[in-house]
């Protein structure tokens, strides 16, 4: 079975501090996202990355960069924490380049993350 | 960009009630449909997909959904819900040919026993 693992599950930062989310899949799935999940605004995507040091923006990649060294390692980077960057962040992934049938997304247990 | 639109955030029955949940999308091409369910504490978890064929699927604890084309909507329905389906419900669209899921807003169940 898929495995998504998000490295933490609760994280505390502190206003303008640099962060680092991480998300490792054990799959060889070319193709990871990072969504942030918010009360009453269901999941939204921030970036996703198709294949090694290839990364597209998605709905809100503002404020949010990342990273694909590795084909396992998914990062997203905060420069910069604000408040209105608490939220649950959630990583996924899938094999090959689109969704079919017997590929859905796989979802990581989620970070929760608050900046104070 | 498509969206997906679900209703009634807050939803709250009795233990045996029956559930629908609605859910439109905007595009109009060709798509594939998900029903995405969040348990307490839990990660997200597929509970049904549509991709082609029968418009009515049948998927996990009981739940079912209906793509109907012509009204852009793929409800879900459960006819007796128990306490243990308290949970976040989610509806995804993807548009064929690419991996990207847009998602809705959530509706948040409470099952009351």
């Known amino acids: 079975d898929v495995k998504v693992t998000q490295s933490s599950r609760y994280l505390v930062k502190r206003t303008g501090e640099k962060v680092f989310l991480e998300c490792v899949q054990d799959?060889?799935?070319?193709?990871m996202f990072w969504y942030r999940q918010d009360p009453g605004l269901g999941l939204r995507l921030i970036y996703f990355?198709?294949?090694?040091?290839?990364?597209e923006k998605g709905d809100i990649p503002e404020g949010y960069s990342v990273s694909r060294e590795k084909k396992e390692r998914f990062s997203l980077i905060l420069e910069s924490a604000s408040t209105n960057q608490t939220s649950m962040y959630l990583c996924a992934s899938i094999i090959g380049g689109v969704l079919n049938e017997n590929q859905p997304q796989h979802f990581g247990d989620g970070t929760r993350l608050s900046i104070l | 960009a498509q969206s997906v639109s679900q209703h009634n955030h807050h939803v709250i029955l009795s233990e045996a009630a029956s559930l629908e949940l609605g859910c439109n999308y905007s595009?109009?091409?060709?798509?594939?449909l998900f029903w995405y369910v969040q348990y307490p504490g839990q990660h997200l978890q597929l509970l049904l997909k549509y991709f082609s064929g029968d418009p009515l699927v049948k998927g996990i604890k009981g739940f079912e959904a209906e793509f109907i084309k012509s009204k852009f909507s793929f409800n879900l329905r459960k006819p007796s819900v128990q306490w243990s389906d308290t949970a976040e419900y989610f509806c995804a669209v993807n548009v064929y040919g690419n991996n990207r899921l847009a998602f809705g807003k959530g509706n948040q169940v409470v099952v009351i026993p």
């Open positions: 990355s198709y294949d090694v040091k290839m990364k």
């Open positions: 595009y109009g091409g060709t798509v594939n």
């Open positions: 799959m060889d799935h070319e193709n």
